[in-house]
């Protein structure tokens, strides 16, 4: 007998849809031998679910013919199938073949899930992405395992079911409408109503109004910053409050985040939506891979995972310089291919890339106090780490220096967070009506060239203050752009329509590190 299941594999953030066939012949010979073969490109993985099908249907109590001859075809066969996904499909699709399970449903149903030996149904990748492609292809329902079903359920106009057993998905099929009850997810309202108050605030940040100053700039463009201080300046702990100033993510962004942390499986259990700004902070030893994606199954890196929030990469040049250049694309681009023997992927990471460093190998140089004990050769090569074309795609550099401890019992508390982001999203909207033509471009800092020279016109004293600074801090082609994207931003805050001298220079100062001055 031939039954067909239909279920589904990822491509990245993609999901396609899988046809498994499953033919079964039962001999009555007892010397013929069973066998149970898979084709269609099946990894260790798949072809492993052969016996934790097996154990399933038998402690689930299912009675199968002794001598069979069984084969599954995963189709498309020429697209390699990874992951415990299909062990549900499967299982499903030989209890078909026995006349366990009636066909009726299954044309219109999708399943996914991994079994235990016990019948039991766990959790697995992707399922919103594959909620997602189903909706497109007109399916009527999909059967997940109960901890995706509320990740699955925020697709609308598609019946998602959660199981937690074999039984009950068989028992289902066959008829029996109450052995699984439909998950339905309002999904703007679980959206807006899992949005909670930010962990940090800039309010707990005493001093420091120049470097707070960049924080809200770098928010209201989207530039990428880094911080240069010695250490106990409180460059991480201004750092971790910038998903404070952000922006809060849009339903859009939300569902792109969710789907990334799900084909990663990084979503919590019974988790919808993602409804907070990622804030990413590997550690300085990560690999290449781990960083930008891939792997033997392609599995989303950091900058991935930071989509559509912040990468912080503390320790900026104890990175190692492989892993630091890897960046250099995926800053302009924002997105990342992956091209392997086996697959070639496309994944979004449009993030905010902030991060920290010393000024010198033992951290004082510069310091106001604290005398630095290193040799000026030292300096020179520890800060020779971080490459300058990828300084260049750093919009947005600050020195930051410590507040002196008799003045922080005296300082006041600073400006809340909710305000400073206030003004961001005053910002954010400027840019969004801007752009509203430019697909892809949302704020300053994606701006092309020719946006720069649409929207980032200088009158001729600002036109003079920006070449002035370019001949003396021998600034690259790249800064240029980056000062003026800059300066828009500066502009936009300041609600006005067009960049003034002001504006100008205060991006020159935030292109800390070119000048020739710096540390003196």
């Not at 259990?269 to 891979?289: K, Q």
Request: glycine content about 6%.
């Amino acid at each position: 007998m031939l039954v067909s299941v239909h279920t589904a594999a990822l491509n990245g953030l993609q999901a396609m849809p899988v046809l498994i066939e499953v033919s079964q012949i039962i001999f009555k010979n007892a010397a013929v031998m069973s066998s149970f073969n898979m084709v269609g490109l099946p990894d260790s993985a798949v072809r492993e679910s052969r016996l934790r099908v097996e154990g399933a249907i038998k402690n689930s109590k299912f009675a199968m013919p002794p001598k069979t001859q069984v084969t599954a075809n995963f189709a498309p066969a020429d697209v390699r199938k990874e992951g415990t996904g299909y062990d549900l499909p499967l299982a499903i699709g030989l209890l078909a073949a026995n006349e366990h399970v009636k066909s009726e449903k299954l044309e219109r149903f999708v399943l996914v899930g991994e079994l235990g030996l016990d019948g039991s149904l766990r959790p697995v990748k992707g399922a919103l992405s594959i909620a997602i492609k189903m909706r497109e292809l007109n399916f009527e329902g999909m059967i997940v395992p109960q901890e995706n079903v509320r990740e699955a359920a925020v697709v609308n106009r598609l019946k998602v079911f959660g199981a937690s057993h074999l039984r009950e998905v068989v028992d289902f099929l066959n008829g029996k409408e109450d052995a699984l009850q439909q998950t339905i997810v309002n999904t703007r309202e679980e959206f807006f109503s899992a949005q909670q108050h930010d962990t940090f605030d800039f309010s707990e940040v005493k001093g420091q109004q120049a470097v707070k100053r960049a924080f809200e700039v770098a928010a209201a463009g989207g530039h990428n910053l880094i911080l240069i201080g010695s250490p106990g300046c409180g460059k991480s702990m201004m750092a971790k409050r910038i998903p404070s100033i952000l922006p809060r993510l849009t339903l859009n962004e939300s569902l792109e985040t969710t789907q990334l942390h799900s084909i990663a499986g990084k979503l919590g259990v019974s988790t919808s939506l993602v409804t907070e700004r990622p804030f990413r902070s590997p550690h300085h030893t990560i690999s290449d891979v781990a960083l930008i994606g891939g792997g033997s199954s392609c599995q989303p890196g950091e900058i991935s995972l930071a989509h559509n929030g912040v990468l912080f990469l503390d320790e900026l040049p104890e990175f190692s310089r492989s892993a630091l250049e890897t960046l250099r694309q995926p800053l302009e681009d924002r997105q990342i291919t992956i091209s392997r023997a086996k697959y070639t992927v496309t994944l979004p990471c449009s993030f905010m890339l902030v991060a920290s460093m010393n000024p010198c190998p033992c951290g004082y140089y510069n310091h106001p106090t604290h005398e630095c004990k290193c040799m000026p050769g030292q300096i020179q090569r520890y800060m020779n780490k971080i490459s300058g074309p990828l300084l260049d795609r750093i919009d947005i550099q600050v020195e930051v220096t410590p507040v002196p401890v008799e003045e922080l019992s005296q300082l006041p508390s600073g400006e809340s967070s909710a305000m400073i982001r206030q003004r961001v999203e005053e910002a954010r909207k400027i840019q969004t009506e801007r752009f509203k033509d430019c697909p892809g471009i949302h704020c300053n800092a994606q701006m092309t060239r020719r946006l720069l020279e649409q929207y980032a016109r200088l009158d001729e004293e600002s036109a003079n203050v920006l070449s002035t600074a370019m001949r003396r801090y021998n600034l690259s082609a790249r800064a240029y752009d980056r000062i003026l994207k800059v300066a828009r931003t500066i502009a936009d805050l300041d609600h006005s329509a067009d960049i003034r001298r002001a504006h100008i220079s205060e991006a020159v100062g935030y292109r800390q590190l070119d000048r020739e001055d710096w540390g003196e």
